[in-house]
């Protein structure tokens, strides 16, 4: 496989989860395109040796100039796509906008859709490809106050199932890792979403969003806590794999999680999110 060929782009790269990928696939020999939404966060990944560009998911204008660029920088080779960009909107479910979920589905859902859609085309004509979804926790479980981002997660876990059954036999592999708490500036992008879209002055909730702001604006970490490193090991797997699997699990909780859903009743399962979730406490 000649260099073009293990070309990959890579969503979310300013940061957390999408940089540490970045820098471990371009120190496995990997062509990196790490993208990111701002202008200055392009400067800062050149300058620790990444080829980097602008792409916002929010936009359909920069994702097709993105992939655009990255297809003629690599003559229409590519081996895969990390979809990794995405944020968490916080809020009671109630409290929610349409304004607020269609800014979290834009970005997590429909332009990673239309981003990958775009790139099916060479991965096709090639015979082969990796589609890489960054899933969530909340993509395999419920918890109270995060309606807007599961939602979210469970809508890319949906679409990715069925992509999956709908490229059998063209090459394509579609591959969900599914991270739970990582170190990274997850929380305070949360934070800057709640502040846009919740007020919690006339809310049924406000005590909770009161302990919110205090959780969100903290730098102490959740339990089992993992490092980017530990995501980014596990893409580097998922796009080397000879038969990779369908579902990469990532921190204790995501285990945890995914096992309870297969073995508990409903109401069993309600009660261990509310737990999980402090029971609004936290």
Request: glycine fraction near 8%; hydrophobic fraction near 40%.
């Amino acid at each position: 496989m000649d260099l073009d060929q293990r070309s990959v782009l890579i969503t979310g790269c300013s940061s957390g989860i999408g940089r540490a990928t970045a820098l471990l696939l371009r120190q496995r020999g990997y062509r990196v395109f790490a993208t990111v939404r701002r202008s200055e966060d392009v400067a800062a990944l050149e300058g620790a040796g990444l080829e980097s560009l602008r792409l916002d998911l929010a936009s359909s204008d920069s994702i097709r100039e993105a992939v655009a660029a990255v297809l003629d920088q690599t003559r229409g080779q590519i081996h895969g796509v990390v979809n990794n960009g995405a944020y968490g909107q916080p809020g009671a479910v109630e409290d929610l906008s349409r304004e607020a979920l269609r800014e979290q589905f834009e970005t997590n859902v429909f332009g990673t859709q239309e981003l990958t859609n775009l790139l099916i085309p060479a991965f096709r004509a090639q015979g082969c490809g990796r589609i890489v979804q960054i899933s969530s926790l909340l993509g395999v479980a419920c918890l109270p106050y995060r309606g807007a981002y599961s939602a979210s997660k469970f809508a890319l876990e949906a679409l990715s199932d069925t992509l999956r059954l709908e490229l059998r036999g063209s090459g394509i592999q579609v591959i969900l890792v599914e991270p739970g708490p990582i170190r990274s500036r997850f929380r305070e992008n949360a934070y800057r979403a709640y502040l846009r879209h919740i007020e919690r002055s006339g809310s049924a909730h406000r005590q909770y969003y009161e302990r919110v702001e205090a959780r969100l604006g903290s730098a102490k970490p959740l339990p089992f806590t993992l490092e980017a490193e530990a995501v980014a090991r596990t893409v580097m797997s998922a796009l080397e794999a000879r038969r990779p699997k369908i579902r990469y699990p990532v921190t204790v909780p995501t285990r945890f999680l995914a096992i309870a859903r297969r073995l508990l009743t409903a109401r069993a399962l309600d009660r261990l999110a509310l737990a999980i979730g402090g029971n609004g406490k936290r």
